[in-house]
């Protein structure tokens, strides 16, 4: 949580605490900080299909689709109260319009078919106070909690804890390796915090996800963005885009190979089912010819007579590569390599190298210099 001197951001859960004059704290829907935000660009325009669902977020990337049953005018950004399993919760809306049924669509949920969890009603300053009671106690909550479960040896880590909005129930996100027994751990945390507990295991980009980041690339982390399934990522998705095989380079914050390692793979799926695969070098009438590395988004193959040395390379289009091939198993040669025009490295121009840095630097004139000497020879006259 940001604070200042006139608000607090509470990024968790997308919201700006501002006090009033006498000091009680007033909430407001911060939208560029919600995570898993969905842009509405759909605004204003009208469904009856869905005008009474609306998606409410809780804390981090917990969202659901909710009914409201209130009776209430509600919109983006009220924070009203919902129904939970035990009790209620408290949650802020964060899409409302059509947008809303394209995210069932999304998510597999059928409209006609699915019972929706209702919306009682706005959120009053009582209930926004209670809510404020419980999200101070999730930090304690969080520390006492790992203690509690290294105590009993358990091979599992609290990643988050999330306190329902009436303060009476508290999820603990964890991460294991394996099946975890936590049957006495739910005792353990039953009898310290006196609350109902349940327990959601998930995985590191799933934790990832909760508490949020920034990545390498200086965005922020796909996964606290907009990826909700997460797809298996291996090895293979780096050697088919010519990737260094560096763990340090392929791994995420998670620890785990980055999501976007998938984003190009059917890219290069395309491209590479153009590309010949070159098993045995290219016979010309004045040598062979060796691959030595390939181009695969612009389907160009590099070709050296040196089998061992890229000095000169010769590029070749794959559809020419597959061309010559075919020759060659026919027993045909090509004349060479040599009259294709060579490869030339690309010429890089620095906008500073241009112009001289002092171009900006206001000329010396001579007038300086001229009066002076028209002063010393008018004192020489006299």
């Known amino acids: ?25 007033e909430f407001t829907y911060r939208e560029g900080c919600c995570k898993l935000k969905d842009h509405n660009y759909l605004k204003g325009v009208v469904d009856a299909s869905c005008k009474d669902l609306f998606e409410v977020r809780f804390k981090n990337t917990r969202k659901g689709i909710y009914r409201n049953a209130s009776g209430q005018n509600v919109k983006l950004g009220d924070m009203v109260i919902v129904e939970a399993a035990t009790g209620c919760d408290l949650g802020i809306i964060t899409l409302e319009g059509p947008l809303v049924a394209r995210q069932m669509k999304c998510k597999g949920i059928d409209a006609e078919n699915t019972e929706f969890k209702r919306i009682y009603r706005k959120a009053k300053q009582t209930d926004i106070e209670k809510w404020q009671e419980a999200i101070a106690r999730e930090q304690d909550t969080m520390i006492q909690a790992r203690k509690i479960a290294a105590e009993m040896g358990l091979e599992m880590k609290i990643g988050d804890v999330e306190f329902q909005g009436d303060g009476s129930k508290a999820i603990f996100y964890y991460i294991a390796d394996g099946r975890v027994d936590f049957r006495q751990l739910i005792k353990a945390f039953a009898e310290e915090f006196r609350i109902r507990i349940e327990m959601k295991q998930i995985g590191a980009r799933q934790e990832a996800g909760l508490i949020g980041g920034l990545g390498v690339c200086g965005r922020e982390l796909c996964c606290a963005r907009y990826i909700t399934n997460f797809k298996s990522i291996s090895t293979a998705a780096a050697r ?21 390692l998938n984003y190009e793979v059917a890219t290069y799926q395309d491209a590479q089912s153009r590309i010949p695969r070159v098993q045995e070098p290219l016979e010309f009438k004045d040598g062979q010819a060796f691959l030595r590395k390939t181009d695969i988004l612009r389907e160009v193959m590099y070709f050296s007579y040196d089998k061992s040395s890229d000095a000169d390379l010769y590029p070749l ?51 300086k210099h001229g009066r002076g000497r028209g002063k010393s020879a008018r004192k020489e006259g006299k």
């Open 1 to 25: 949580m940001e604070e200042n001197e006139s608000y607090q951001i509470d990024c968790s859960r997308g919201v700006i605490v501002t006090r009033d004059g006498e000091g009680a704290p």
């Open 317 to 367: 289009e794959a559809a020419d590569v597959m061309e010559i091939i075919r020759m060659n198993r026919n027993g045909i040669k090509p004349d060479s390599l040599k009259v294709e025009p060579e490869a030339s490295s690309p010429e890089f121009v620095t906008a500073a190298g241009e112009d001289s840095i002092s171009r900006f630097d206001k000329p010396k004139g001579r007038r």
């Open 240 to 260: 088919l885009q010519d990737l260094s095989l560096n763990p340090q380079k392929l791994a995420g914050q998670c620890g785990k190979l980055k999501c976007c």
